[in-house]
């Protein structure tokens, strides 16, 4: 079966750096996408990366290994409007979106 | 400004009725879509359409139907015949093509008792 994982909740402080990671197992790999979403709200694009690497965006990174299945979020200077839902999404050989859970970021001042 | 817009944001139905959910697009998208997300879970893909007059059944297409008469527009219907309706409901558009990122409207948190 198709997976993605990411942890279910994670904490930071304001100011602080923070490494959200995303691990998948799909049938194939087209790209992947990351998401923010605060409670209640419309997840809004964050990145997309389908090539092996660093890309920066601002405060905020991702980063691919397709190799090892693995993807990060990587958030500077952390605001307390950063605190959200990040969700990471895989687009597989069928060019079907597989969604992990997403990770609830808590930033505390 | 260009966007999706759901309406209503709350919706609260009793079972055995159907409900129609609205999603509206002004961003001359070609692609939309209906998600349902559960705590706990990833999004999960209902309907989606890529092109007016034209549909195809997601991963959970059971109990809901969709049309798309207008470009503009993708309401869906939840019908008493999906055994777990309550959940929050997303739209979303694109560009068309398949790495496009998606534009999501704010949802509609639906309720059946």
């Known amino acids: 079966g198709q997976n993605i994982d990411q942890p279910t909740e994670m904490t930071a402080t304001e100011g602080a750096i923070v490494q959200i990671n995303c691990t998948y197992q799909t049938s194939g790999f087209n790209g992947l996408f990351w998401y923010q979403q605060h409670a209640g709200e419309a997840p809004t694009f964050l990145s997309y990366?389908?090539l092996d690497g660093l890309e920066e965006k601002g405060r905020f990174s991702s980063f691919l290994s397709r190799s090892k299945g693995y993807s990060y979020l990587l958030l500077k200077e952390l605001q307390m409007k950063d605190s959200a839902s990040y969700l990471c999404a895989v687009l597989d050989s069928n060019y079907q979106l597989i969604w992990g859970a997403g990770t609830k970021l808590i930033i505390k001042p | 400004d260009g966007g999706i817009t759901q309406s209503p944001k709350y919706l609260f139905r009793k079972e055995g009725q159907n409900v129609t959910l609205s999603c509206e697009q002004n961003l001359n998208h070609d692609a939309m879509y209906w998600y349902r997300q559960d705590p706990g879970q990833g999004l999960r893909l209902i309907y989606y359409s890529q092109i007016v007059n034209d549909f195809q059944k997601g991963d959970i297409a059971e109990g809901y139907s969709v049309s798309r008469e207008k470009k503009e527009s993708f309401p869906l219907t939840v019908t008493s015949a999906q055994k777990n309706p309550t959940a929050f409901y997303l739209c979303?558009?694109?560009?068309?093509?398949?790495?496009?990122?998606?534009?999501f409207g704010n949802g509609t948190r639906l309720t059946v008792t």
């Open positions: 979303a558009s694109s560009i068309g093509g398949d790495y496009s990122p998606l534009h």
């Open positions: 990366n389908v």
